[in-house]
């Protein structure tokens, strides 16, 4: 029987191939590193082809596992958001690296769009800001600047990584792929209308991205296309960016639900229904996911740097051999000894929104040890969520409750010290990958396993609370040292 969903969830140092059953039990899993390139300072790239041959391998890996492609109901596909990929439709090979949403190269043009008094319009139509971070302004830059773009002409083809996916899955001999992205994806590339769903000429003018060249937008459950490259057709039935994903694997299904995922960055999103929200504190609104023509909304806060940072203390400063031992670090000294680390090391995401922004270390002395870092680390995660959580507030929502995930979540002593500086309920799920969760829920929906995302929600699974007991005295010192910290890197960028 036909009931396993393959998930397909291509991260920002990963790509993965999961395998589902319907009652959400993770039966299988094949990861691969994808490699990270750096080619001048402020400029981050990634391989499409490393990014199509690696994901193609473990996507094989599991169905292997599973028996073959006819155990295989419905793919699934979820990714990192705002990256770009620039493809020939004919050959289906790349034209140029993939632009990774954390690259910075267009700050300047980001910053004269603002000063010439674009940013209102911007985000009136597609409730983002004029920043580097979203794939518009990355679309305009290449098609300046790499000429092999241009001289494609209608052969070119551009699109977020579950655009390339799809078109690689759905390509065969003589055959072009499906040239499609979800609602979701489009809606964090500055070129779609949020409140119409469709992309907007207006926009595609502004930023000089080709229209001819983007994909169809479709919804988040459905049929689109099928692959053959397994030894059977498998429909391609759900899609969402990783953000979306997980909020839907963590059943933010009501307005005022709230998730938060720290994975190499740290996104928040908050259901807020059918009418698009609007952010007067510098957060994003969003599309949470479309089905059936129909648009639910969120209102998103985005930190650039979670568990990338992390790494960078592991691999960069070699402060410990694994993450792992991050937990132990924190618990072996009571308190930060008065060190903040600021973790700008992408700039800073909402609500500060300065992309010029460098990361710092302050408050060192003689008696700071590696302990008092990384756990200054950790603490920075609920110190940048606090941020957040006030910014939400004074837009009138307020949290009640976070549901976490992500890889940096396993470590308890981060979700404990999350609860006491953010003073509410924590909630981890037992299954923490709660991105390919959600992909797989959308899949299952557009196969026809479940009717809707309620009935879908049953894949969440069982969770785990962390609740406040910080004392109130020793939480507003820790928040006050952290404002002064932040403040003091926003005021250096800016000026």
């Given at each position: 029987?036909?009931?396993l969903?393959?998930?397909?969830?291509?991260?920002?140092?990963?790509?993965?191939?999961?395998?589902?059953?319907?009652d959400?039990?993770?039966?299988?899993?094949?990861?691969?590193?994808?490699?990270?390139?750096?080619?001048?300072?402020?400029?981050?790239?990634?391989d499409?082809?490393?990014?199509w041959t690696?994901?193609?391998?473990?996507?094989?890996?599991?169905?292997?596992?599973?028996?073959?492609a006819?155990?295989?109901a419905?793919?699934?596909?979820?990714?990192?958001?705002?990256?770009?990929?620039?493809?020939?439709?004919?050959?289906?090979?790349?034209?140029?690296?993939?632009?990774?949403?954390?690259?910075r190269r267009?700050?300047?043009?980001?910053?004269?769009?603002k000063e010439?008094?674009?940013?209102?319009t911007v985000?009136?139509?597609?409730?983002?800001?004029?920043?580097?971070?979203?794939?518009?302004?990355?679309?305009?830059?290449?098609?300046?600047?790499?000429?092999?773009?241009?001289?494609?002409?209608?052969?070119?083809?551009?699109?977020?990584?579950?655009s390339?996916?799809?078109?690689?899955?759905?390509?065969?001999?003589?055959?072009?792929?499906?040239?499609?992205?979800?609602?979701?994806?489009?809606?964090?590339?500055?070129?779609?209308?949020?409140?119409?769903?469709?992309?907007?000429?207006?926009l595609?003018?502004?930023?000089?991205?080709?229209?001819?060249?983007?994909?169809?937008?479709?919804?988040?459950?459905g049929?689109?296309?099928?692959?053959t490259?397994?030894?059977?057709?498998?429909?391609?039935?759900?899609?969402?960016?990783?953000?979306?994903?997980?909020?839907?694997?963590q059943s933010?299904?009501?307005?005022?639900?709230?998730?938060?995922?720290?994975?190499?960055?740290?996104?928040?999103?908050?259901?807020?229904?059918?009418?698009?929200?609007?952010?007067h504190?510098?957060?994003?609104?969003t599309?949470a996911?479309?089905?059936?023509?129909?648009?639910?909304?969120?209102?998103?806060?985005?930190v650039?740097?979670?568990?990338?940072?992390?790494?960078?203390?592991?691999?960069s400063?070699?402060?410990?051999?694994?993450?792992?031992?991050?937990?132990?670090?924190?618990?072996?000294?009571?308190?930060?000894?008065?060190?903040?680390?600021?973790?700008?090391?992408?700039g800073?995401?909402?609500p500060?929104?300065?992309?010029?922004?460098?990361?710092?270390?302050?408050?060192?002395?003689?008696?700071?040890?590696?302990?008092?870092?990384?756990?200054?680390?950790?603490e920075?995660?609920?110190?940048?969520?606090?941020?957040?959580?006030?910014?939400?507030?004074?837009?009138?929502?307020?949290?009640?409750?976070?549901?976490?995930?992500?890889g940096m979540v396993?470590?308890d002593w981060?979700?404990?010290?999350?609860a006491?500086?953010?003073?509410i309920?924590?909630?981890?799920?037992?299954?923490?990958e709660?991105t390919?969760?959600?992909?797989?829920?959308?899949?299952?929906?557009?196969?026809?396993?479940?009717?809707?995302?309620?009935?879908?929600?049953?894949?969440r699974?069982?969770?785990?609370?962390?609740?406040?007991?910080?004392?109130?005295?020793?939480?507003?010192?820790?928040?006050?040292?952290?404002?002064?910290?932040?403040?003091?890197v926003?005021?250096?960028?800016?000026?």
């Amino acid at each position: 029987m036909s009931d396993l969903i393959l998930v397909i969830d291509e991260g920002t140092t990963s790509t993965r191939a999961m395998l589902f059953k319907p009652d959400g039990t993770c039966v299988a899993v094949q990861a691969d590193d994808l490699t990270q390139h750096y080619p001048e300072s402020g400029r981050v790239e990634h391989d499409p082809s490393e990014i199509w041959t690696k994901t193609l391998a473990v996507a094989r890996a599991v169905i292997d596992k599973a028996g073959g492609a006819d155990r295989i109901a419905a793919i699934g596909i979820t990714n990192q958001r705002e990256t770009l990929v620039f493809w020939d439709k004919e050959t289906g090979e790349p034209l140029a690296p993939a632009i990774v949403w954390q690259d910075r190269r267009t700050a300047a043009t980001c910053r004269a769009m603002k000063e010439a008094g674009h940013e209102p319009t911007v985000q009136a139509k597609t409730g983002l800001l004029l920043d580097p971070y979203f794939s518009g302004s990355k679309i305009g830059w290449a098609m300046e600047n790499w000429p092999q773009l241009k001289e494609a002409g209608d052969r070119l083809a551009i699109g977020t990584i579950e655009s390339w996916l799809i078109w690689k899955l759905t390509a065969g001999e003589g055959r072009a792929g499906e040239h499609v992205t979800d609602a979701t994806n489009a809606s964090r590339t500055a070129l779609m209308a949020i409140g119409s769903g469709n992309w907007d000429d207006g926009l595609i003018e502004l930023f000089g991205a080709p229209r001819k060249a983007l994909p169809e937008i479709v919804d988040c459950a459905g049929r689109f296309g099928e692959t053959t490259l397994f030894g059977a057709p498998i429909p391609i039935c759900g899609i969402a960016g990783d953000q979306q994903a997980a909020t839907i694997g963590q059943s933010c299904l009501q307005v005022g639900d709230t998730k938060a995922t720290f994975g190499t960055g740290a996104f928040v999103l908050t259901q807020a229904g059918r009418i698009p929200p609007t952010s007067h504190n510098r957060l994003l609104s969003t599309i949470a996911w479309q089905i059936g023509g129909r648009r639910a909304y969120a209102l998103e806060g985005s930190v650039f740097v979670a568990g990338s940072l992390i790494k960078w203390l592991r691999d960069s400063l070699g402060l410990f051999g694994n993450a792992a031992e991050t937990e132990a670090l924190a618990r072996s000294v009571k308190d930060n000894g008065g060190t903040y680390l600021v973790p700008a090391l992408s700039g800073l995401g909402a609500p500060w929104w300065e992309p010029d922004a460098r990361g710092t270390i302050s408050g060192l002395s003689f008696s700071t040890g590696k302990a008092h870092i990384v756990r200054a680390a950790l603490e920075a995660m609920a110190h940048q969520a606090h941020d957040l959580k006030t910014a939400f507030a004074a837009d009138g929502v307020d949290w009640n409750c976070v549901r976490i995930d992500g890889g940096m979540v396993a470590n308890d002593w981060m979700a404990q010290d999350m609860a006491d500086i953010l003073n509410i309920e924590v909630e981890r799920p037992e299954f923490a990958e709660t991105t390919a969760l959600g992909a797989a829920m959308l899949a299952g929906i557009g196969s026809g396993l479940f009717k809707d995302l309620d009935a879908a929600s049953v894949m969440r699974g069982k969770v785990e609370t962390f609740r406040p007991s910080m004392d109130e005295d020793l939480r507003q010192h820790r928040l006050s040292g952290w404002q002064r910290a932040v403040k003091s890197v926003v005021v250096a960028a800016s000026g």
